[in-house]
């Protein structure tokens, strides 16, 4: 039988991670109405914990700092946290117990797409409201779901387009790798349809999954090295996802794959995963994201000071993921003020055209389609575990959710 769990109080807080987080100095006076309930439905065990126990923590910083600003309406925010333990279908169960059973106003949450597909018809059934905030292949729009991460043409198609470029190293073969789910698969659909336009055909295009946690890539990696060795200039471009990447990188190095001979750019790999291996041996592989820790503006120093007094861990760092939950967490607060009510229809619409000066350093939009406005950036990795930006757009880029390399698109509305 599963279990509901309960607001997490301050203290509670304080007490179950070791004294780390810090109680507030002043604690504002609120007004006779209910708490505000901010469901978390992230998992914090299992393969994806990773990943996703710093947007569990992004999300009580924000609440935390919302309290200290007086609340919203006068209201003080809860933060309802589940733990969905990377286990797909309970991702579901406890969408239904955050919406049903604590009647969360919001909810934050989610990493893969097949975490976020399982809890979609959940959030539709009992017009609930998800913030979703991770790059994901799009092909999909839901009123009941805003999306701050990035859709493929704000990360995956730049991304790839960088390596077939002079600055990216003229790829001439490409070897997608990716865990077996939904969003790698679908990624690189979209991503064969645009290598195919580029001239690439699909002799020159490797492609393997591996499950969930893969741990044995010494095989795949030799297969990598075998496929470069043919004649023609080859980079990775890898959707593997969670705790698998360790292993991964490690054989990269193993194998003594530098980026100058192959070149990997990850779309799932971050500060958070790589505080975990030796970066020494990835220094010059690539990432893409909407925001690197190593961006220079006013609002990110001001984001990496407010991360660093909230959870007092030196080692812990800020990620693309994070941003968007703060973006996410930002509008959202605005359309409730905006909207003078918590209610789901009347904070969706004022949602559409909330603007956020964001960390990454660009101003960010919500559009129609429930996607925002992004700027694109690639980073090397360096040897501390951060990442040198070497491109980025001049402009946030509105999201393409449908893609025009999936044929079936062709007629559909976009934007």
Same mark, same amino acid.
């Given at each position: 039988?599963?279990?509901?769990?309960?607001?997490?109080?301050?203290?509670?807080?304080?007490?179950?991670?070791?004294?780390?987080?810090?109680?507030?100095?002043?604690?504002?006076?609120?007004?006779?109405?209910?708490?505000?309930?901010?469901?978390?439905?992230?998992?914090?065990?299992?393969?994806?914990?990773?990943?996703?126990?710093?947007?569990?923590?992004?999300?009580?910083?924000?609440?935390?700092?919302?309290?200290?600003?007086?609340?919203?309406?006068?209201?003080?925010?809860?933060?309802?946290?589940?733990?969905?333990?990377?286990?797909?279908?309970?991702?579901?169960?406890?969408?239904?117990?955050?919406?049903?059973?604590?009647?969360?106003?919001?909810?934050?949450?989610?990493?893969?797409?097949?975490?976020?597909?399982?809890?979609?018809?959940?959030?539709?059934?009992?017009?609930?409201?998800?913030?979703?905030?991770?790059?994901?292949?799009?092909?999909?729009?839901?009123?009941?779901?805003?999306?701050?991460?990035?859709?493929?043409?704000?990360?995956?198609?730049?991304?790839?387009?960088?390596?077939?470029?002079?600055?990216?190293?003229?790829?001439?073969?490409?070897?997608?790798?990716?865990?077996?789910?939904?969003?790698?698969?679908?990624?690189?659909?979209?991503?064969?349809?645009?290598?195919?336009?580029?001239?690439?055909?699909?002799?020159?295009?490797?492609? $393997?999954? #591996?499950?969930? !946690?893969?741990?044995? &890539?010494?095989?795949? /990696? *030799?297969?990598?090295?075998?496929? %470069?060795?043919?004649?023609?200039?080859?980079?990775?471009?890898?959707?593997?996802?969670?705790?698998?990447?360790?292993?991964?990188?490690?054989?990269?190095?193993?194998?003594?794959?530098?980026?100058?001979?192959?070149?990997?750019?990850?779309?799932?790999?971050?500060?958070?995963?790589?505080?975990?291996?030796?970066?020494?041996?990835?220094?010059?592989?690539?990432?893409?994201?909407?925001?690197?820790?190593?961006?220079?503006?006013?609002?990110?120093?001001?984001?990496?000071?407010?991360?660093?007094?909230?959870?007092?861990?030196?080692?812990?760092?800020?990620?693309?993921?994070? $941003?968007? #939950?703060?973006? !996410?967490?930002?509008? &959202?607060?605005?359309? /409730? *003020?905006?909207?003078?009510?918590? %209610?789901?229809?009347?904070?969706?619409?004022?949602?559409?055209?909330?603007?956020?000066?964001?960390?990454?350093?660009?101003?960010?939009?919500?559009?129609?389609?429930?996607?925002?406005?992004?700027?694109?950036?690639?980073?090397?990795?360096?040897?501390?575990?951060?990442?040198?930006?070497?491109?980025?757009?001049?402009?946030?880029?509105?999201?393409?959710?449908?893609?025009?390399?999936?044929?079936?698109?062709?007629?559909?509305?976009?934007?």
């Amino acid at each position: 039988m599963s279990k509901t769990f309960p607001p997490i109080s301050r203290r509670a807080l304080v007490a179950g991670m070791g004294g780390a987080l810090a109680m507030p100095a002043i604690r504002p006076a609120f007004g006779q109405g209910a708490p505000i309930k901010v469901g978390v439905l992230h998992s914090l065990s299992g393969t994806m914990a990773i990943s996703e126990t710093a947007l569990r923590d992004t999300v009580l910083m924000m609440v935390e700092a919302q309290n200290a600003a007086g609340g919203i309406l006068g209201r003080r925010l809860e933060a309802v946290v589940v733990d969905p333990a990377s286990n797909w279908p309970l991702f579901a169960e406890k969408a239904r117990e955050l919406l049903a059973v604590a009647r969360v106003d919001v909810t934050f949450g989610c990493w893969t797409s097949v975490s976020r597909k399982s809890v979609l018809p959940v959030f539709e059934e009992l017009n609930g409201l998800l913030f979703y905030p991770v790059q994901y292949e799009g092909e999909e729009e839901s009123r009941n779901i805003f999306y701050t991460g990035a859709a493929p043409n704000q990360q995956a198609i730049p991304a790839v387009e960088y390596l077939l470029g002079a600055d990216g190293g003229s790829a001439k073969r490409i070897a997608l790798l990716g865990t077996d789910y939904v969003y790698p698969r679908t990624t690189n659909r979209i991503l064969r349809g645009f290598l195919n336009s580029k001239g690439i055909t699909d002799a020159d295009i490797m492609e $393997e999954y #591996t499950p969930f !946690g893969h741990s044995d &890539w010494q095989g795949i /990696v *030799a297969r990598v090295k075998r496929f %470069a060795s043919e004649g023609k200039k080859t980079a990775i471009v890898s959707t593997i996802n969670g705790d698998a990447n360790v292993p991964f990188y490690r054989e990269l190095g193993n194998q003594g794959i530098k980026a100058e001979d192959i070149p990997s750019v990850a779309f799932s790999v971050g500060e958070e995963e790589l505080a975990g291996i030796d970066a020494r041996p990835l220094v010059g592989h690539l990432a893409a994201w909407n925001y690197f820790m190593s961006v220079q503006s006013p609002v990110n120093t001001a984001f990496k000071a407010q991360w660093a007094a909230y959870i007092r861990n030196p080692r812990r760092v800020t990620n693309d993921p994070m $941003e968007a #939950t703060y973006t !996410g967490f930002k509008m &959202w607060a605005q359309a /409730v *003020a905006q909207a003078g009510t918590t %209610a789901v229809d009347a904070v969706r619409t004022a949602m559409i055209g909330q603007k956020v000066d964001a960390p990454c350093g660009y101003t960010e939009e919500m559009h129609r389609n429930h996607h925002l406005s992004k700027p694109v950036m690639i980073g090397e990795i360096q040897a501390d575990g951060q990442f040198n930006i070497v491109y980025r757009t001049p402009t946030a880029i509105p999201a393409e959710n449908w893609s025009p390399f999936i044929p079936e698109n062709a007629n559909r509305r976009r934007g």
